[in-house]
Structures are given as C-alpha cells and as structure tokens.
C-alpha cells in the first residue's frame, strides 16, 4: 500500500514541490508574477467567491424545500442533486453550451464570456451546500421554531435568529468545499470560456497552456500557488465551521 | 404575505434554478441529440474513433476501479483499526487528489514519469512509456479516484465497533479469517457505494488524463477526451452523442447510489 500510495500520489506531489522551489522564492515569484499568470489566479478566486456566495444562498434554499416542503417527485429531485458529481466535467461544459451556447433554443450566447464561467462552476459546485446543509436541518428540532413563532417572530426573524446560526456551520463547509473544487476546475469550463488569456483564462487552464508550451516551471509555480489557495480557504473556513459549531451547541 | 404564497415561492425558486442550471441543459442535450433520427446518431457511436475511446474507458476503468477498491479498504482499515502515529496525516494525505485541480495532477505526473521527469531516464533505458501513451493515463485516473472507496468504508467501519472481531478472535477466528466472514460481509455495502462513486469518476476523468495523455486520435482518447475533440472539430452530433453515452452512464451511477442509500440507512452521499 506504502508503494501504491507513493508511486501515484507522493512522488508526483513530491515532485510538483520541487520543481516550484527549484529556483528558489525569485524565481517562484517571477513565474506567479507573470501579467498572464496574475491575471488567471484572479479571475479564478473572484469567479469562485461570487459562485460560492450564490451557492451559499441557492444551496440552503434547495436544502430547505428539499427538507421542509412536501413535493411530487420529492426522491428523484432529491437524487438530481448529485448528478453533477455522477457527470463528467467535459459533459458538464457541453450540456450548457447545448442551450445556453451560440445557436441554443433560448437565444443567448454565454459562450466566450466570464458568466460563462460562473454557470460551468455553480454547475459542478451544486451539490456541496446542499448535502452538507442537508441532514443538519433533517435533525433540527422544530420545537425552537414553533416556540419563537408562537412568540410573535416573523417567518424571517424565525429564519435569521433560529435556523440560520444552526445551519451555518453546514453552510460555512459546503463553502469551503466548494471554493477549492472551484478554484481547480478545468473540463466543465474549458469548452465554455473559450480561454482568452486576460479575459477568460482561468488559472487550470493557464497552467495547460504552460504545460502544453512545455513552460514546466511557469506551470509548477501557479499550480502549488493555487492549491495554497485553495487549502487555505479549506482550513480557513472548516476551523470556522467547527467553532460556530461548538458554539452553537 | 401568507404562509401558502411564501411555500409557493421557495418552491419556485429552488426547483426553478435547479431546472435552469442541471435539468433543461442535460434534457437539452438528449434532445439535440435524437432530433435527427436515429441514423446520425448510430452512425457516430459506430465511428472507429469513438469505439476505440469506449473500449479504452472500460480499460481505464478496468484496471484503476479494483486497485484503488484493494487500496480504499486496506487503508480504511488501518486508519479505523489500526494504532500509529501519523495516522491523521495519512488521512489528510487520502484527501489530497479531492483537493488538487486535475490539470495539477496531470503536471505532477509528468514531472515524476514524463521525459524530463525524476524517473524519465531510467524509464526510458527501460523502453517504458508512461507520459502521452496508456500507462500514464492509468495513473492520472486512479490518481483522482483514490480517495472514494475508503473514505464510504471508513464511517462504516467505525460503526461496526470491534466488538464482533474481538469475538471471532477469541474464538479463535485469524486475522483472514475474521476478515473475510466478520468485517467484508458487514461493511460490503459501503465499499459497493465507494465502488460506483470510483467508478463514475474514473469513466468521466478529464483535466489530469488530458494533460497526460497527449490525446492522441485512436490511440490516447478515452470518452470524455473524444467528446472535446469532436466537439473542438464542429462535429457536434459526435460530441453530443458521445456526451449522451456518458450522461447515460451518469444516471445510472445515481439510481446505483439510491438504491445502495437505501440499503445502508438514510445517510446522504457526499
């Protein structure tokens, strides 16, 4: 097992550490410095936190009907939600650019743009919120939301003093999980953007570009910077989740 | 505004952006699809090119779904079971591939196997080729679907308790033994779901398979690879169709996942 784990995931991360190191903090800064290379990691971390916050929102409210709400069909809605994790990335990319690209049915063209982008990572990102919102709210106690109703709360003021601190450590890591599946995303955005460097090249697919004109070390360097990210933001927010957690309990 | 309209309106909208985002675009592609006939459609499922990237799927598939299965379950055993230092790690180390973008994974590879990687010369005096050829492409699929198989054994397994092992010990059961006929049959279930969840992955693998593979047209495409390629060739009815056959599979990944829900309690899969 020590072998397996070595020859697939530790040598190669090994690896991958050591070429961005290579040329020391100079040279792994020129690489990450790069206008092309700034550009990528910024659309990448501002496309992810807006997709995120949407999550956040739409992922509860789908967590909430999905709970709450008697509906036909209930189960098969309820089973859709992981259709993204079953599909595959590139099908993902091709799936909206079929009604939402250039010739679709509803006459809009995302292709090529910055939204775009967006639509492929919420696409990819649903489920993350809603499962982990999920069974929290499935083992909520109603009593407290009865007592605060009867008490004279509004619908809203019931929401934001009661369910929503009890839900936001669920939320807070659908987040977390969500911002760095985001940030690596690459096959459900590839087709779609149309990868224009400073417009629309996100950084998994600047680092392609870089591996493709064999710019091994431009790669390396941008990749462990955006995995950085992406485990900071992860640590950041799942230390979060765990002390709202406790302090709610 | 009362109760009943407030309920409608949660409803429309939930149901109404998930019918924007996942099902209009995925019924859309069926329809797109078939709307001409089925000829086209038979006649580019039969295309050399997307057979052969059919048949190198099952392949990819084939060889990575039992390694990463023997792996899940023996490191799902040693962190639940096992008594060591360094055993968080371990775990965290297990959720690496969930973390790092595909195409990262993809680099990785080639800095280890590739020509100019750690292992380049030596695997080259060997006459191996992993990097743009089969091998590289085994690697870059088992890579990211590692974690799945132990990451559903483990919360099983520690549900299970020891308690029925520490019996059949005492009994005089030995390690294989108690294995086979006490933890295997109890915790089946779960490696069955971390199985399908492997398998999905596996077949839909795009970002690290691409960077590695060199996509080379009947050689080094597997499905995904030839859905982009038909697709970045304007033939659309290819792209589609190949599409339709991995949505298909798709589904049929989340009616396995129900059903095995069901049979292991009402847990929700992440």
Known sequence: MGIYLSV??????????????????????????????????????????????????????????????????KRVVNALIDLPFALPTVVAGVVLLALYGKGGPVGIDITFTRASIGMALLFVTLPFVVRSVQPVLLELDLSMEEAAASLGASRLTVFRRIVLPALAPAIISGVALSFARAVGEFGSVVLISGNLPFKTEVGAVYIFSQISNEDLPAAAAVSVLLLLCALVVLGALTGLSHRRSRHVR | MSARAWRLGLRTVALGYLALLLLA?????????????????????????????????????????????????????LLERGNFRG????????????????????????????????????????????????????????????????????????????????????????????????????????????????????????????????????????????????????????????????????????????????????????
Do not use: C
């Open chain 1, 8 to 73: 697939l995931v530790l040598l190669p991360i090994a690896a991958l550490l050591a070429q961005s190191t290579k040329g020391g903090t100079a040279a792994f800064w020129r690489e990450v410095s790069n206008p092309e290379a700034v550009a990528a990691i910024k659309l990448t971390l501002a496309v992810a936190a807006i997709v995120v916050m949407i999550n956040a929102a739409f992922g509860t409210l789908i967590a909430w009907v999905l709970v709450r709400e008697e509906l036909p069909g």
């Open chain 2, 87 to 270: 055993r968080a790690l371990l775990g965290l180390v297990i959720d690496l591939p969930f973390a790092i973008s595909p195409v990262v994974v993809g680099l990785a590879l080639i800095l280890v196997y590739g020509q100019a990687g750690w292992f380049g010369d030596w695997l080259a005096r060997g006459g191996i080729q992993v990097i743009f050829s089969v091998p590289g492409m085994v690697l870059a699929t088992a890579f990211v679907s590692l974690p799945f198989v132990a990451r559903e054994t483990i919360p099983v397994l520690r549900e299970l308790g020891t308690d029925a092992e520490q019996a059949a010990a005492t009994l005089g059961a030995s390690v294989w033994q108690t294995f086979w006929r006490v933890t295997l049959p109890a915790i089946r279930w779960g490696v069955v779901y971390g199985v399908v969840l492997t398998t999905a992955r596996a077949l839909g693998e795009f970002g690290a398979v691409s960077v590695v593979s060199g996509r080379i047209e009947g050689q080094t495409q597997q499905l995904p690879l030839y859905v982009q390629d038909r697709f970045e060739n304007f033939d659309a009815t290819g792209a589609y169709t190949a599409a339709v056959v991995l949505a298909l599979l798709a589904l049929a990944t989340l009616v396995a996942m129900n059903l095995l829900t069901r049979r292991t309690r009402s847990r929700t899969p992440v």
């Open chain 2, 25 to 77: 675009p995925v019924a859309m592609i069926f329809y797109r699809t078939f709307e001409g006939g089925l000829a086209p459609v038979w006649s580019a499922v039969s295309a050399p090119n997307a057979v052969h990237a059919f048949w190198l799927s099952i392949e990819l598939v084939a060889i990575a779904v039992p390694l990463n299965t023997l792996f899940g379950i023996g490191i799902a055993l």
